[in-house]
């Protein structure tokens, strides 16, 4: 069964993500579409049944298409993005979520006179600490054509030793429905008359009416 759908937010938003750790913690992060282009954040303590207030995720402004995030299963959350750096340059947008708060955006330039593509996408192996993130960037093809590649880069996180044991979220118990089958009542069936025993063949002799089996005693008494 689902539970009745919540809406969380309302507005002009496109590219929802979703991202779950193993500590009970729901992230949902959504961008703006318009002039700002920002990206927002609303997450859940309780495995998605209440929600905090909406936030902007600091340092995200101006990011066309939609975001990566992942989660290395111990509440920490990696959100990547693609943007500008301070001196307008195509660059790597990259922040971290510790549980409760955002760290300071860090900044990774691509390779100068590159258009980016919209969207990205991540991978985290918390136990190896590595967090991989894929992303696509014009490229000039043969003759001067203009392609699109995808590129891949990668870099060190803290590595998680040990995954926390999965919190339970508590679901609504569904009570199984007792069908009652009604006992079938006989209908009682009418009582049908049996036919009157058959008479014995007789012979009518004006007003006398004897039975034909009479008949030969008269003719011996004759």
């Known amino acids: 069964t689902w539970a009745e759908p919540l809406m969380i937010a309302q507005g002009a938003y496109d590219w929802p993500r979703l991202v779950a750790t193993l500590t009970g913690q729901v992230h949902l992060i959504w961008s703006e579409v318009g002039a700002r282009n920002g990206v927002w954040q609303r997450w859940s303590v309780d495995g998605g049944i209440t929600w905090k207030s909406a936030?902007?995720?600091?340092?995200?402004?101006?990011?066309?298409?939609?975001?990566?995030?992942?989660?290395?299963?111990?509440?920490?959350?990696?959100?990547?993005?693609?943007?500008?750096?301070?001196v307008g340059d195509a660059a790597l947008l990259y922040i971290t979520w510790n549980g409760e708060r955002w760290a300071e955006r860090?900044?990774?330039?691509?390779?100068?006179?590159?258009?980016?593509?919209?969207?990205?996408?991540?991978?985290?192996?918390?136990?190896?600490?590595?967090?991989?993130?894929?992303?696509?960037?014009?490229?000039?093809?043969?003759?001067?054509?203009?392609?699109?590649?995808?590129?891949?880069?990668?870099?060190?996180?803290?590595?998680?030793?040990?995954?926390p044991t999965p919190i339970p979220t508590s679901l609504p118990t569904m009570t199984p429905t007792l069908l009652i089958v009604p006992t079938p009542t006989p209908t009682p069936r009418p009582t049908v008359n049996p036919l009157p025993p058959s008479s014995p063949p007789t012979l009518e002799l004006g007003p006398i009416t004897l039975p034909l089996s009479a008949l030969g005693g008269v003719l011996l008494a004759a």
């Open 106 to 163: 860090e900044t990774f330039r691509l390779a100068a006179g590159r258009r980016s593509e919209p969207g990205v996408a991540v991978a985290v192996q918390p136990l190896l600490g590595q967090f991989n993130v894929a992303l696509r960037q014009e490229v000039e093809g043969e003759e001067g054509t203009k392609l699109t590649g995808i590129w891949h880069t990668q870099r060190t996180i803290p590595a998680v030793k040990a995954l």
């Open 55 to 86: 936030a902007q995720v600091p340092g995200f402004r101006e990011v066309p298409g939609p975001v990566g995030v992942a989660s290395d299963g111990s509440g920490v959350l990696y959100l990547v993005g693609q943007g500008q750096d301070d």
